[in-house]
């Protein structure tokens, strides 16, 4: 399957690659099969593909388009648990027979880092061309972990290179799939009922990751735009209309300092060029820098630079189309999620603006969902009078690993482009009273994880 490339004349002078979609995002974690079976039976992920080798534990896990790699840290020996390991996410296949490969890559399509702790550091780009990507970035004076380098299979090539980033530990994988007939990599089998079997989840709907979030010391935004400006020719966006152009969406009040910066990337068909493989209507997703400020004193961005030990990504999140059926199943599966102070929902604004928004306030309590209006934007085209709000939705888990770094985040959008400004306050407080309980007492935090809120 030979796709034709886009009729583009420029030289490799000032000219950015162009990444067609997000494939999949990469964690390393000491404990895989802990990882796995959260990712399938709480937050209803599927197996779809595996590479066990001797020297390596790679799972691709789905949900509509997002796609998690989770791999093995090189901690401990690891020609051990595969088979129990596959068992747990995929209980049909439990007393199958081994299934090991021969190629002995560690960790394919990424690199394995010596990372200290628990940390999702590779997120992976589709480009429509790997060599010349390759050219392009050489020509940009950038570093890479791989060179580009082809992988076969009876499916066909692929061929894919890994680059640093200026953030931390994170390194962005490209592939080229455009001479891979496969449903997933190369180099992994299929698992479970296989990558295309999905039937729509209406409990859990997550499409897609609608944002990566990352963690950064004071000071560095800008450095970081200007590297992804120039590599991968992203844009600013604007979390709010308001939003200054060099400083961004900042917050430096009441013990809370942050710096929001978003950025989106390269859209085609802003610069008139057509790419065939796109597909148009899969929306993409947005990265978002915060930055921790001084004055207000240590906060969640710098505990995460702290126990994470670099930059890096804080949390992801996942679009869904109905968050309190999702908060809901999850929360029944053992997902724990942060709630906002109790008096959040009986504000008489906020229940008012979550009344008019057509929600219930005690439904949205129940799980933490936190709901933020967008102020600024007139009433969404789509949308009658009576429903012109534009808002949305949020709830946020607690970290996901042993440290508290990496978490999760749902989000449903009814017209509203941004972030939950509005909420972090709220969010804010309830995160910092977690982590002030869990350093000052982490036995009785563990036990007590489940039902957390705080007062306002
Ligand atoms: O920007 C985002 O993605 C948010 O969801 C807002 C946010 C950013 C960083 C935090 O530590 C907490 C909340
Ligand atoms: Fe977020």
Redesign the pocket.
Known sequence: MFRTRPLVKASLENMAVFLSRLHHVSLHVSNVEKIASDLVSKFKFRLVATRLTDRSTQLAFRKGAAVFVVSERPTHSHARMNERLLDVADPRRAGAGKHRQGNPTACLYDVSPCHPVDTVSNVCFEVEDVERSFKVLSHLGCSFLVPPTTVQDENGLMTYLVVRSVVGNVCHTLIDRTRYDGPFLPGFDVAGKGWSSEEEDVTCPITHFD???Y?TPRKTTHQIMRWYEKLFGFQRFF?DRDEDMDEGFVINQEGIG?R?T?MEYWKCSKAGIILPSVDKKEPDC?F?I?E?LPEQGS???DT?LQEHRSPGI??I?LYTKNIASTAHAMAEAGVQFFSPPPAYYTEVGKQQEIEEAGHSPQMLAQHGILLDTDLHQGPSPQTTSSESRRYLL?V?TKPIFDEDTFFL?L?ERRGAT????G??RA??RS?QAYMENERSNPQRAETSKTAQTVQS
């Open positions: 944002h990566i979030t963690a979390i942050l929001l978003a947005k978002v915060a921790s906060n969640q961005v995460f804080q949390h999140g949020q946020f985040e989000i941004g972030f939950g400004e909420n972090i969010l804010w995160v």
